[in-house]
């Protein structure tokens, strides 16, 4: 049976059949009559598009996916789908599907300028540059004042090498747009590019300038510094952009290069911690951090850091060499001869290597093997006082790993990537936004029923409400019923098996006799709705539920915040959004008349009024609800908001900072661009 378009033959029936009016009702019917297919598929068609758009925007890019993938199943005429689907397949990764479904989306209209942006992304992620630079003329046709068109076609070309174009490109975008700091930033890679350090270094000045808070401005100003060895000025410049970028590993990985160099080097080691911490898989963090450790006679754990390498990289020469000479260290000496052997293999003129492979094998016992490899070294030295020393040929100089040299001499010596671009990312317009909810601030989600459990930062917990815990035990639902705020992303397995769930009530509420139980089967079936992001469903479900029994505290709730989630959709008539915030804040006034000692129906009324800029009253919620749960860090993270927006920012300040102590990290980014934001 299909989930949209399933038919209730029971009791419930009565309920849906007089709740209109009879003029409405008989208009309806008879306007089937003749358009009976045409009107369904259509409704069904924009809930479905509708219910994506909110998945995507709540980052559920499966479950958008699934309602995108159904709509297309009635109507793949519409280009609408076929470009959602797109982004949601750029937001997994999925650059060729994405690029794809895009094609489908401009072969049926080609004069929407969004989808030739978010399809030069996808070919930007391929690294496809100059298509990508076809598809931002095509959009700059279609929309001439776009200022992000004109930059990520800047940034096309700069990665395409065309710097003359580049050049001009960006002088005429900070002409026209001079706030744009991303236009500087590239504008000094360009030039950095070219070697050009004069020019780069005025514009570095220009970018600061305009934007001090700038943290790829201060990485590049760090590695003109380490260029000219001012290692002081470097770590200063890399603080900078940590402090602006915390999450760069690069940044880390630099400024204790840095710091090694001023032989501060506790926090050279801490740094390298941190880069590791943050990207476990970093080689290059790993081989340098693995010669700190042995600069410092830390062996064993030097050892481990040069295995991952070796991991990594099983002929990495350098790094086999590290890992022999550690490994003699600490007396392992016939793994050390191991290593020794591979590297000697390829550089069969290594006069050290050789040297201390006879060493092992003299403490081993093993006094012939020692004896050939001394033999080798003292004929080896023979030959080149007669001038006649082998060289490497270039085949040879093939075989080894182009890092930032090739010599084996050089092991003890930190790795560098041999290019890093630390250019600004080009600027994406879709992350979040693709419904352009009606949001003015960045105030956390409400608290609502969901079969997905909440996740609260580094505390997850299972949200105790007694009605709730009451239905769960009395009515055994096919799916245990969670509170939750921000629950991670679905799986397209749990995508499924949601839907499934949702088909099994539908069979069920179909078959069933009893009014009661049917009402039980609608309330899951309103969760599994709002999991899925199909609130318009949810709602529906809701009424009916809320017509058998009104007294119910968990229907108000919920049906609130699918009303709320409901009205921020952009491009519905004002009057319809106001009257469906007037309706939920209408439901949450009754669910808390039910309960009102619930910490989460308080602040979910807290955040309706913030919404509507009530901030007076709002912040006594906020209040209300921390009093009744101290430990609850949504409210101290949305009160914070509310007080900065409100004017109070020292208050707001501290609001958010004992949300990060709740667990809630996210807080302390907020934080910072707001401590540093002078207005």
Not at 316 to 325: C, D, T
Not at 565 to 575: C, D, H, K, R, V
Request: aromatic fraction near 12%; include cysteine; proline fraction near 3%.
């Amino acid at each position: 049976m299909n989930r949209m378009e399933h038919k209730e033959t029971n009791a419930l029936t009565v309920f849906r059949s007089w709740r209109g009016c009879f003029s409405v009702f008989f208009f309806l019917f008879f306007f089937s009559l003749s358009h009976p297919l045409c009107v369904h598929a259509q409704f069904r068609t924009d809930r479905l598009i509708i219910s994506g758009q909110i998945a995507y925007d709540n980052q559920d890019y499966v479950v958008a996916m699934q309602h995108f993938n159904h709509a297309l199943s009635g109507k793949p005429y519409l280009y609408e789908p076929w470009y959602y689907r797109g982004l949601c397949k750029l937001q997994l990764d999925d650059f060729v599907g994405a690029e794809s479904d895009f094609n489908k989306a401009i072969e049926l209209n080609p004069y929407v300028h969004q989808i030739f942006s978010a399809r030069a992304e996808s070919r930007i992620r391929q690294q496809k540059y100059a298509e990508a630079i076809e598809d931002y003329d095509r959009a700059l046709k279609l929309y001439p004042d776009q200022k992000g068109y004109w930059y990520n076609r800047a940034y096309c070309r700069f990665f395409m090498k065309d710097l003359k174009q580049t050049h001009e490109d960006l002088e005429y975008i900070v002409k026209r747009w001079p706030d744009l700091n991303n236009a500087y930033s590239l504008q000094t890679e360009a030039y950095l590019s070219e070697n050009d350090t004069v020019m780069a270094s005025r514009w570095l000045d220009k970018t600061l300038e305009h934007n001090p808070y700038d943290g790829n401005a201060w990485s590049i100003r760090a590695r003109l510094n380490m260029q000219r060895k001012n290692w002081r000025e470097a770590d200063e410049a890399f603080t900078k952009a940590i402090h602006y970028q915390p999450r760069v590993v690069n940044h880390y990985m630099y400024r204790a290069m840095t710091r090694v160099n001023l032989n501060k080097l506790r926090q050279a080691m801490e740094d390298y911690d941190k880069a590791i911490d943050m990207d476990p898989n970093n080689f290059l963090s790993h081989y340098n951090r693995g010669l700190l450790r042995q600069q410092l006679g830390d062996d064993n754990r030097a050892i481990e850091d040069f295995n991952f390498v070796l991991r990594y990289e099983p002929n990495n020469i350098q790094a086999l060499y590290n890992r022999a000479l550690l490994l003699d260290r600490t007396g392992n000496y016939r793994a050390a001869i191991i290593d020794y052997s591979r590297v000697i293999e390829k550089f069969p003129n290594f006069w050290t290597g050789l040297m201390s492979r006879a060493a092992c094998y003299r403490k081993l016992g093993m006094t012939a093997q020692a004896e050939m490899d001394e033999f080798r070294v003292l004929k080896a030295q023979m030959d080149k006082h007669l001038g006649i020393q082998q060289r490497w040929s270039k085949n040879k100089l093939r075989e080894v790993r182009k890092m930032s040299d090739i010599d084996v001499e050089k092991y003890d010596q930190w790795v560098v990537v041999d290019e890093d671009i630390v250019t600004p990312q080009f600027k994406n317009d879709y992350r979040g936004a693709v419904q352009n909810r009606n949001v003015n601030n960045e105030l956390l989600p409400m608290f609502l029923l969901s079969f997905m459990p909440y996740q609260g930062g580094m505390n997850n917990y299972h949200i105790i409400v007694n009605e709730l815990e009451d239905f769960n035990n009395s009515r055994h639902p096919l799916r245990k019923i969670y509170v939750t705020c921000r629950p991670a992303s679905i799986s397209e397995e749990m995508t499924n098996a949601f839907f499934q769930t949702i088909d099994s009530l539908t069979a069920a509420i179909g078959a069933s006799r009893d009014v009661n139980k049917a009402a039980s089967l609608l309330l899951q079936r309103a969760v599994a709705h709002s999991t899925t992001h199909n609130f318009a469903e949810a709602m529906n479900d809701l009424d009916d539920y809320l017509a058998i029994d009104s007294t119910s505290m968990l229907a108000q709730w919920q049906r609130a915040v699918c009303g709320v989630m409901m009205s921020e959709l952009e491009g519905q008539p004002a009057a319809e959004e106001q009257l469906k915030i007037a309706r939920a804040a209408d439901d949450l006034k009754k669910a808390l008349a039910m309960s009102p000692d619930n910490a989460y129906l308080l602040y979910n009324q807290a955040t309706m009024l913030s919404m509507q800029k009530n901030y007076a009253r709002a912040i006594d919620l906020f209040s209300e609800a921390i009093r009744h749960n101290p430990n609850l860090p949504e409210a101290y993270y949305n009160r914070g908001l509310t007080r900065i927006l409100a004017g109070q920012k020292n208050e707001g300040l501290k609001d958010l900072s004992q949300a990060g102590e709740l667990g809630l990290y996210d807080a302390y980014s907020v934080m910072k661009r707001y401590t540093n934001d002078k207005k």
